[in-house]
């Protein structure tokens, strides 16, 4: 059982209160709020976040990108247990995706702080640079510069949207140091970390749904993509040319999708993580026409799963029913190219010590996957244990109307700060 005072928990959630608000002011671009990668809102939510955690005797340290560390001593302080999320967003964005994380890694050591207590190891609040690809157009910069693991091409290569500015220029002006990162200078020894714990607000309706405030994440959803996908069949008169001569893209194309949708079907009945999602599927505006069979196709593919079998297996579904249909209907499909992403397990031990800290608050949660990436999966893939936290969130998020309750909020805090109170031998 935890045995936190109602007035330890209430130092959180004064913090957090205090902070969001500042946050929505401060950063307001109506509608909604605007802080952009190594912009001015960032900026102001970093040296906030760095105010909040003085007051608790909290160190600050930079990283030669700009990523910030803040770090509670622990009992032990050969190791650490890290707590992160960035605290951009995007153009007229929501308080919460990002803010949320990283607020509620410095309420947790606000709990701490009232209740005179130490972690057994310290705890370490990372608050990750330019997470949202709209600024520089390229996933998880902050989370890999911190892993001393981003490419370091991209430091003159990537541009900001509104800017035109390198990363690097970006950087330098902010008082970094870009060839420090180039170089991959790091803060962070892996060894030493024992956990990386990423708290977000849910990006869908399922925790609202379900009716829980809390999600515990086992995995983030990998990806494959065929981008740009067609298929070639041969434009005819609809009216004259029979079923059996014609090589209809179109027919054959809606044939693919629907075959498609009932194996995602089959999938989840036998309980199988996956979306499968066709976002573009277009005949070709220049030739089309109300009389004329569809001679072309362009189709666009987009997969997720957790699990890597689960991505293969539609892949290779995909090709043969694709091949099966081109041949009975005298089409050709091309998919083009293929990209991806790897999909992030969370750790089991850390899925456990979660669960059970939120059993012990009487909070109910719900075991999930992430549709959404996160900085965690960067921590994940880098070998670092790591575990993430949703909390229920109205109207999905990227939108000035992410509704997040702060009794939801305070569960979570909760739960973080029940599971960091477990003793040392929990961890390892
Ligand atoms: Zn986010």
Redesign the pocket.
């Known amino acids: 059982m935890s045995d936190w005072r109602k007035q330890d928990l209430e130092a959180g959630g004064a913090l957090a209160r205090r902070a969001f608000l500042a946050l929505e002011k401060e950063t307001a671009d109506p509608p909604g709020v605007t802080r952009k990668g190594y912009g001015k809102g960032e900026k102001f939510a970093f040296d906030l976040m760095i105010g909040e955690a003085q007051a608790l005797g909290v160190e600050h340290r930079y990283d030669a990108g700009g990523n910030l560390f803040l770090t509670y001593p622990g009992e032990d302080r050969s190791r650490v247990i890290q707590i992160g999320?960035?605290i951009d967003t995007v153009p007229h964005g929501g308080n919460y995706?990002?803010a949320a994380g990283v607020i509620a890694g410095v309420a947790a050591m606000a709990v701490f702080h009232a209740a005179g207590k130490k972690p057994p190891f310290d705890l370490c609040v990372v608050i990750t640079r330019a997470?949202e690809s709209c600024w520089f157009p390229y996933s998880y910069i902050g989370s890999r510069m911190a892993l001393g693991i981003l490419d370091p091409d991209l430091l003159d290569s990537l541009t900001r949207s509104d800017t035109g500015r390198t990363l690097a220029d970006h950087m330098a002006s902010d008082g970094f140091d870009p060839d420090g990162v180039k170089r991959g200078e790091s803060l962070i020894d892996k060894a030493k970390v024992v956990a990386h714990i990423e708290p977000?607000i849910e990006q869908a309706p399922v925790l609202i749904d379900a009716d829980v405030p809390i999600g515990v994440v086992t995995g983030i959803r990998g990806s494959f993509r065929y981008r740009t996908g067609k298929c070639e069949g041969a434009y005819s008169h609809s009216g004259a040319m029979p079923r059996k001569y014609r090589q209809d893209a179109m027919a054959a194309t809606a044939e693919l999708i629907v075959r498609m949708d009932a194996l995602w079907e089959e999938m989840l009945a036998a309980d199988r993580d996956v979306t499968i999602t066709f976002g573009e599927v277009a005949t070709n505006a220049e030739q089309h026409g109300f009389s004329k069979v569809a001679g072309e196709t362009h189709i666009c593919l987009d997969v997720r799963s957790q699990d890597q079998s689960a991505l293969d297996h539609v892949q290779a579904q995909y090709l043969a029913i694709a091949e099966e249909i081109g041949k009975r209907r005298n089409v050709k499909f091309d998919f083009g190219e293929i990209s991806g992403s790897t999909p992030a397990l969370m750790s089991e031990n850390l899925i456990g010590l979660m669960k059970s800290a939120a059993e012990e608050a009487d909070i109910p949660y719900k075991v999930m996957a992430s549709g959404a990436g996160?900085d965690a999966a960067i921590f994940a893939l880098q070998g670092v244990p790591t575990v993430m936290i949703f909390i229920r969130n109205q109207n999905g998020?990227h939108n000035p109307f992410e509704a997040m309750e702060m009794e939801d909020f305070d569960k979570a805090v909760e739960i973080l700060a029940n599971m960091l109170a477990r003793p040392a031998e929990d961890w390892l």
């Open positions: 999320s960035h995706d990002g997470e977000h996160h998020s």
